[in-house]
């Protein structure tokens, strides 16, 4: 089985919606159960609402799964596996104060070396902790030996005893901590790969060292994509707007380029333009680089328009929510606009109030002509009715006629765009 594990404290992150393709990609390819696990054990940091709404924006990027689980519905499963650690000695209770703990800190900062904790409560059980009476957290104790495993990405990797340390896995007031929470739902759900972001990395073997501490011995694999770069190099983050996948969608970006973006990004395809369903059949995690990927707006921009080429005139009207007449006039623009956002303004500059500069006069002249004359089913006849009624001819006739027909100075062959405007003139230049 996969999982896709987000938190609902905000937004999702473009680099979450690429490990939930990922995951649903290889799900499929292995015809394993792919499950969402909504990791809201923070219940501080929960926001209302945005576990429904990472529901609906998989819904609209064609990506279903199996099941959705709460995290928090496993609480009693966590406290009980605790306890086998502590009744097992291979955790203990810890009494530590924060203030104790900041002062072993700010030594560590004095010597300049990395803090570990000093394992002062190391022999404290748990019968000896339920005499003392006073709340305490758990920690597991540190390895013994290095943890090691492969990762598909990244090849093998090596972690010492010191850089896992004895971590708390149980809080004072018996919540489990991240690390802790994830390693036993991994177990719980039968996990058999997990893919996610290299943030994650040093996590992992905390986690592998929390199942093995119980006795679990199923071997788990593992791919740690590298995370998002933007423009300037760095990892992309709440200020750029394009690392929000709602903002994306607001900007009229399809899910189907924005997916195809997220799998082309760092990896090695055999085609640049591609949908979900078509990458399912080559796709390799042992393509993708070990190295951070740039994301590139203006690439996304050129794969939409590609996606966008790609449907049928009806789609793009229902997409605008236009009337499907208006579908071709609407691709004729995909020369200059990239976006479903573009695209609408563009149509919207059609039926709304225009600016005509220094041609108002010639507008004007040309505007009455229009609503006094039959519609010709030919623009060759209807540009010749209007020259001969209005008596303009070159720039001081096709620039306002361009201006009245479409709110703009540039754009598409004017007898392009008559072909599908034809039946709205009179209600476009009123």
């Not at 903002?247 to 997220?262: K, M, R, S």
């Not at 060759?380 to 009715?385: L, M, N, Q, T, V």
């Not at 008596?391 to 599908?420: C, D, N, W």
Request: with cysteine.
């Amino acid at each position: 089985m996969l999982r896709f594990a987000p938190s609902p404290t905000g937004d999702m992150h473009i680099g979450n919606l690429r490990v939930a393709i990922f995951n649903y990609i290889v799900a499929k390819q292995r015809n394993e159960r792919f499950i969402i696990r909504i990791e809201d054990t923070d219940k501080e940091r929960n926001i209302e609402g945005k576990d429904r709404e990472i529901l609906e924006i998989l819904e609209r990027f064609s990506i279903s799964y199996d099941d959705v689980v709460y995290q928090s519905a496993n609480f009693a499963f966590h406290q009980n596996f605790a306890a086998k650690l502590l009744q097992d000695h291979k955790a203990f209770a810890c009494f530590c104060t924060p203030e104790d703990l900041e002062k072993e800190r700010q030594k560590a900062i004095e010597q300049k070396r990395a803090y570990r904790y000093s394992g002062k409560c190391e022999e404290i059980g748990l019968e000896d902790a339920k005499k003392r009476n006073e709340p305490f957290v758990v920690r597991i104790k540190k390895p013994n030996e290095p943890i090691v495993f492969e990762d598909i990405i990244k090849g093998e990797l090596q972690f010492n005893p010191d850089e896992i340390d004895s971590f708390i896995i149980l809080r004072a007031d018996n919540t489990p901590t991240y690390n802790f929470a994830c390693a036993i739902d991994d177990m719980l759900y039968d996990i058999s790969l997990i893919i996610r972001g290299e943030d994650h990395l040093s996590n992992t073997p905390k986690q592998i060292h929390i199942r093995k501490s119980l006795g679990y011995d199923k071997e788990i694999s593992y791919a740690h994509l590298p995370i998002i770069l933007n423009k300037d190099g760095k990892k992309m983050s709440k200020r750029d707007n394009a690392s929000s996948v709602k903002w994306l969608l607001d900007e009229g970006f399809l899910p189907q380029a924005i997916a195809n973006y997220l799998i082309l990004l760092g990896n090695k395809t055999p085609k640049e333009i591609f949908t979900l369903q078509e990458a399912i059949a080559w796709f390799d995690l042992k393509n993708v680089s070990k190295a951070s990927a740039k994301f590139d707006l203006d690439k996304l921009r050129f794969i939409n328009r590609a996606h966008l080429q790609r449907l049928s005139p009806e789609e793009i009207a229902k997409l605008l929510n236009i009337h499907p007449s208006l579908g071709g006039l609407a691709k004729l623009y995909l020369e200059e606009a990239s976006t479903l956002k573009e695209l609408k303004s563009k149509i919207d500059a059609m039926f709304g109030t225009k600016e005509y500069g220094e041609f108002g006069e010639e507008a004007l002249i040309l505007k009455n002509i229009i609503l006094d004359m039959e519609i010709p089913e030919s623009f060759d006849a209807f540009k010749k009715e209007l020259m001969e009624r209005s008596g303009l001819k070159g720039k001081r006739f096709f620039k306002p006629l361009r201006l009245l027909l479409t709110g703009a100075q540039h754009g598409p062959e004017i007898s392009e765009i008559y072909k599908y405007l034809k039946d709205y003139i009179k209600k476009v230049v009123q």
